[in-house]
């Protein structure tokens, strides 16, 4: 497959072309994505690094035209509504907070950054599939 | 370059070897990096999707030998500072937890988590340009 790179995006120093090509679209297809297409990307985030290795990220999904779409689309506010009612899967990232070792509980100073690291995984992985694509 | 992915790597699905090649190796060289083998790091990184685009990551480094770098290996317990002390960069992430707009200073909720995914791009250009690697 071959990625595309729009013209006006130059990067300084040269680098790796999964990174350079990915982009943040807006408009969707409302297309229906199989296991197939979706499994892959959770299975990207899977292998990120995290706080001793917890893992602590949760990836919670809802399809289109199936029972829990609508209670994820209310999650969000008007704004990012309007430009999500085409998508064909609404994800929502969690992080637990907490890491529990030999019953003891404790704070994950990471668990944000180690979520954010797994999503970019995801994001990157959904670019080598061609999912965010530009028609001309 | 080809990507080196380890046998015992064995992913569910299907992803993009940039991805499942990537691994947090924990012995170093020590060699001199380059500005030129450096900068595309923070590069990857740039490219990264952020709260209203604030960039909000803030990448400061010290390379081996140089004024800073003992400052910075303070900075890490003795357990880090072991399997680092043949490092040839560290850097130090950080992010801004505050947006100003308009005179107006507002709080980022996704600082972490876009510095986080920042992160990754850096670590899988890392991967890109094969400064992680086995010799078996």
Redesign the interface.
């Known amino acids: 497959m071959t990625l595309f790179i729009f013209k006006a995006r130059k990067?300084?120093?040269?680098?790796?072309p999964?990174?350079?090509s990915?982009r943040?679209l807006r408009v969707m297809s409302g297309e229906e994505m199989s296991d197939e297409e979706l499994?892959?990307l959770?299975?990207?985030a899977r292998?990120?690094?995290s706080f001793y290795n917890v893992q602590e990220w949760r990836f919670v999904y809802a399809k289109r035209n199936t029972r829990h779409w609508n209670k994820f689309f209310r999650l969000m506010n008007e704004k990012n509504q309007n430009w999500t009612s085409n998508a064909s899967v609404l994800i929502v990232l969690l992080s637990n907070m907490y890491n529990t070792y030999k019953g003891n509980k404790s704070f994950i100073p990471?668990h944000?950054?180690?979520?954010?690291?797994?999503?970019?995984?995801l994001?990157?992985?959904c670019n080598?599939q061609n999912l965010v694509r530009i028609f001309l």
């Open positions: 990067s300084q120093y040269p680098i790796h999964l990174i350079l990915r943040s499994f892959p959770f299975e990207a292998w990120s690094p990471s944000s950054f180690d979520t954010g690291s797994a999503w970019m995984a994001a990157l992985q080598a």
